[in-house]
């Protein structure tokens, strides 16, 4: 009986250790060169900063594997003779998947047949630099656990930039993302490498943004985000560039995500299609922000109903040990409509506000699909291959209830955008010091745009625009990098483009230097011009009084862009960063009246309207600084402060602000985590920005009453400004891992203080006054998730 008692309590023991002990994941991935993507073999890999002795030897396509590893936060280090030492930062390792790491590693200039340890300054700034390794200044990598764990992101990309550096945030309901003064419109978006259409639910016309990204973070890999001095590969965009990569499913086992929530539910699922060899990883959202809307958030106006959906996949097969090829697409669907009470009674009293009267319905249709495919030449080169076919419709009607009691709101917009495009990409490592990428994109364009708006004074309806064709843009590209130390590196090349529709064309040099003083000092400089074709719509305007299409002459508008920073590194994770930018704008579409100041680059969305010419100059310079740690003993901050002036000259050739000139930005997020011993954590997080307000035209108050319409004072163009813009966002999440599968629970909160800000000015037919519309108050939001 004793002896039966005392095994009884040795199970029991043994039970509840069990219990207790933290599960396990598997880490894998792929060692390579960074520049000529060949595998390394034998390269080491294990935990860093750990007592556990968990490390592998890459085989002979350089993969490894690290089984059996406490899940929470893993630090990885990748060693290889002659190459510089890779190291990780904090990575989140869940029970519920898998983690696969592709370590791209640098060679050394000097080969000393020993491994390089790479010291604390370089680091920081291995997590400082792109993954694009051709990109040199004003570009910061982006992950899915970044975009997670800030708060009130929505899971957007785009939501979680605007706390970066040289980025503007004013509008609570849009994603626009306003970069050092430019319009959304100059950033261009890349998927696996090549431009698509615009990726938003919800997205306007002409602009780069809408209020919610089509992108899954449950397929996001390894991606870019520029602000200014892109390099040579990078064209048809002047302020920015976002560039996306799908990661790879798992090719061993199926997993599975279900993420539900306010917003919506979704639900991904990845694994083999043939075990090592293929994969697939697919995810679905369907969203109706019903719930959303009574708790205060809306899209447009009171009465709305928003809905969206999409769908991405990402297919990878392995071509033996030289090539891989991917099969990727991904698509979205939106629609907003504002139906108003029909019973007059209803309306408010004694005057009724806009969205009593006024109904609408806005449906946004944008997707992409294509193929990635690489092959290893030799032991010195690869090439790419990367073809795709991505467009976007955008439909909308805009109309009032009774005609009778209040005048016309009445407009029909009907935009289609797309491209077939294909990019070839040479790309060779001549030694540890140079290597060249050069190549060329092809695009035939397709579109058709037809617009028109009620003149309630003609009492007729004004088409805008109303044409459809395609066109040819070409764009080749090369650039060299060339690494003159092991402190100093060259990077250079051009990009061009020749635009078939109107026979315009741009030879953009570009270069940049990086240089390491040592591990705390390094600078860095950049200069390039860029330029961008118009929004396809502004060149079919039509003029009354003329025929044909006056604006199909207009040019490339253009930018020059310096950029010279400093970075001093504070430690192993910590960093001040300090970047000084001018750029100068030409080229840019005004209007050929000399007495009219209205520019294009001034619109947030839309096409350029009337009679233009391309004799329109501007100006953007400031400094942004920053102030980061990354993820490091389970905290994490980054403050940035923006100090910036964003000027344009119409014809007349007087200098006024733009709209983005708010002359400041400022941002602070910080995070902490505080961890269980069974492997449980509740994160904590608060985003505090606070920036100048948009500026705006005054009306004029006798032509807007006459035309019934809005009508700004065309001789002081933004002269006046919205109050300072101000919201705090909070987050509070609790994750936690068992054996077979992990999880969380989040809220996020934004604008914790309840403060409205103005969003933008319209006029009001029914009282003939300037009326604003204010953003929303607070939200809460409760996601769960569940990975396994």
Not at 164 to 170: A, D, E, L, M, R
Not at 353 to 382: A, V
Not at 414 to 423: E, I, K, L, P, V
Not at 716 to 738: C, E, G, H, I, K
Request: no cysteine; charged share 15%.
């Amino acid at each position: 009986m004793q002896k039966f008692l005392f095994f009884a309590y040795l199970i029991s023991i043994s039970f509840l250790f069990a219990q207790a002990q933290t599960p396990t994941q598997n880490i894998k991935g792929k060692v390579f060169d960074m520049d000529s993507k060949q595998p390394l073999v034998g390269a080491t890999v294990q935990l860093a900063d750990s007592l556990l002795a968990i490390g592998a030897m890459t085989d002979d396509n350089g993969e490894f594997r690290l089984e059996n590893v406490p899940v929470g936060r893993q630090t990885v280090l990748a060693e290889y003779l002659n190459y510089k030492s890779y190291t990780s930062g904090e990575i989140l390792l869940t029970s519920g998947k898998e983690l696969e790491l592709n370590i791209g590693m640098i060679e050394a200039i000097t080969s000393t047949n020993a491994v390089v340890i790479t010291a604390n300054g370089d680091k920081v700034s291995e997590k400082v630099k792109a993954n694009n390794e051709f990109q040199t200044v004003s570009t910061r990598q982006v992950s899915m656990e970044q975009v997670m764990r800030q708060p009130t992101t929505f899971a957007d990309p785009s939501r979680a930039m605007m706390a970066t550096p040289g980025v503007q945030q004013s509008r609570d309901y849009q994603n626009d993302i306003v970069i050092r003064g430019n319009a959304s419109s100059g950033l261009v978006w890349r998927l696996e490498g090549i431009d698509i259409a615009n990726p938003n639910h919800f997205g306007r016309v002409g602009g780069s943004g809408g209020t919610i990204s089509i992108f899954s973070l449950s397929l996001m890999g390894q991606s870019d985000f520029s602000t200014g001095a892109f390099a040579p590969e990078y064209g048809n965009a002047t302020s920015g560039v976002f560039d996306m990569h799908f990661r790879n499913g798992n090719t061993e086992k199926r997993e599975y995500t279900i993420r539900a929530g306010v917003i919506g539910l979704d639900f991904a699922t990845e694994g083999p299609i043939k075990k090592g060899k293929s994969s697939y990883l697919a995810n679905y959202r369907y969203s109706t922000l019903g719930l959303l809307g009574k708790a205060g958030f809306r899209l447009a106006y009171d009465n709305s109903a928003s809905t969206f959906q999409d769908l991405s996949f990402n297919l990878h097969f392995k071509q033996g040990n030289k090539g891989s090829l991917n099969i990727f697409a991904v698509g979205g669907i939106s629609e907003i409509t504002l139906t108003p009470p029909s019973d007059t009674t209803e309306w408010e009293k004694p005057i009724p506000k806009f969205s009593d009267y006024y109904m609408s319905k806005y449906t946004t249709r944008t997707g992409s699909i294509g193929f990635n495919y690489t092959y290893l030449l030799d032991e010195k080169s690869y090439l790419r291959v990367v073809g795709v076919a991505t467009a976007n419709r955008i439909t909308g009607g805009e109309d009032t209830i009774s005609r009778l009691i209040v005048p016309y709101a009445l407009s029909r917009d009907d935009h289609t955008n797309g491209r077939y495009a294909t990019t070839l990409s040479y790309n060779r490592k001549f030694s540890a010091r140079t290597a060249l990428r050069a190549g060329l994109f092809v695009n035939r364009l397709f579109f058709s745009s037809f617009a028109s708006v009620y003149n309630r004074v003609g009492k007729s309806m004004d088409t805008l625009q109303n044409a459809a064709g395609n066109a040819w843009l070409i764009q080749p590209y090369a650039q060299i990098r060339y690494r003159i130390t092991e402190k100093m590196t060259f990077t250079g090349g051009f990009h061009s483009l020749y635009f078939f529709l109107n026979n315009t064309y741009s030879v953009e040099p570009r270069v940049a230097l990086a240089y390491t003083h040592n591990e705390t000092h390094s600078f860095t400089f950049a200069y390039g011009l860029h330029g961008q074709t118009l929004p396809i719509g502004t060149y079919f305007a039509t003029v009354k009084g003329q025929t044909g299409y006056p604006n199909l002459s207009l040019k490339m508008q253009k930018a020059h862009h310096l950029v010279a920073g400093y970075n001093l590194n504070l430690g192993v994770a910590t960093h001040i960063k300090t970047e000084a930018y001018y750029q100068y704008l030409f080229n840019l579409p005004v209007s050929t009246n000399i007495d009219s100041t209205y520019a294009a680059i001034n619109d947030r969305y839309g096409y350029g309207r009337g009679h233009l010419t391309s004799k329109g100059t501007g100006q953007n310079y400031g400094v942004d600084i920053t102030l980061e740690q990354f993820l490091s003993k389970h905290a994490f901050f980054l403050i940035s402060t923006s100090l910036y002036k964003s000027q344009f000259q119409p014809l007349n050739g007087i200098t006024y602000s733009t709209r983005y000139d708010s002359r400041f930005s400022t941002s602070s997020t910080l995070g902490k985590e505080f961890v269980f011993k069974n492997g449980g954590a509740i994160e904590t997080g608060v985003r505090i920005v606070y920036t100048g307000g948009l500026r705006f035209s005054p009306v004029d108050s006798v032509l807007s009453f006459q035309t019934l319409s809005y009508v700004s004072d065309a001789t002081r163009p933004y002269t006046l400004q919205y109050p300072n813009y101000f919201r705090t966002d909070a987050r509070v999440a609790y994750r936690w891992s068992r054996p077979k599968y992990s999880a969380s629970v989040s809220l996020d909160i934004q604008n914790l203080t309840d403060k409205t800000n103005p969003m933008e000015q319209y006029w009001n037919p029914q009282t003939q006054s300037l009326a604003v519309r204010n953003g929303n108050g607070i939200i809460a939001i409760i996601t769960a998730m569940i990975d396994f």
